[in-house]
């Protein structure tokens, strides 16, 4: 059996903590698909096009590992791309409430089209867990240092935006 995981998000940008994610999720399910899409009610920095271009070059070459962009319900395209679970990083209590939210609610929705699709949760190097696209964005756009945080491509997509 091909079990096939999506990790979605907005990623605006990708981080280390995602492909912390990524990479996990890598040795546990035959193939993972990182699933980029347009955050409901936040303006992105980074238009859907790069955010997508933007991870599948962190990703190159690993195997088992692609890199879409979707529209719509994360639920309908899991099931059109014939996914067993999502995977989503749970980096502190802070996260929960709102995971927790949302796996229940694509579960009664995956449930409805007769389908069952798992939520898995992984946690990332506790090293990322104080990390977000946000605070990247906001340390950049102040000069700071980002290397540590983000791929090369990122670092360089992010410095001409912030110009
Ligand atoms: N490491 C570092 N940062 C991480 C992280 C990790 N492992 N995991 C999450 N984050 C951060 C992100 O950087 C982001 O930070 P920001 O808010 O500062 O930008 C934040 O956590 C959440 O981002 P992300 O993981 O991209 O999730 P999201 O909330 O943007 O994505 C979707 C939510 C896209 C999965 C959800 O809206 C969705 O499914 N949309 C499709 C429509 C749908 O089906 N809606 C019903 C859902 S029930």
């Known amino acids: 059996m091909n079990r096939i995981a999506i990790y979605p998000g907005s990623f605006d940008p990708v981080t280390h903590g995602h492909l912390d994610i990524v990479r996990r999720a890598a040795g546990i399910f035959d193939s993972v698909i990182v699933a980029v899409t347009d955050p409901g009610g936040k303006k992105t920095l980074f238009p859907l096009r790069e955010r997508v271009e933007l991870f599948g070059k962190a990703v190159r070459g690993w195997p088992r590992v692609s890199v879409q962009s979707f529209k719509g319900l994360l639920v309908d395209y899991a099931t059109e791309k014939k996914a067993c679970a999502i995977v989503r990083g749970l980096r502190a209590v802070s996260d929960f ?67």
């Open 97 to 163: 409430e709102y995971e927790f939210q949302m796996a229940l609610m694509n579960r009664h929705l995956s449930k409805r089209r007769g389908s069952s699709l798992e939520t898995v949760y992984m946690m990332p190097d506790e090293s990322y867990t104080y990390l977000s696209s946000s605070l990247v964005k906001e340390v950049a756009r102040l000069k700071g240092d980002i290397d540590h945080f983000v791929p090369p491509a990122v670092c360089t997509a992010l410095k001409k935006y912030i110009k």
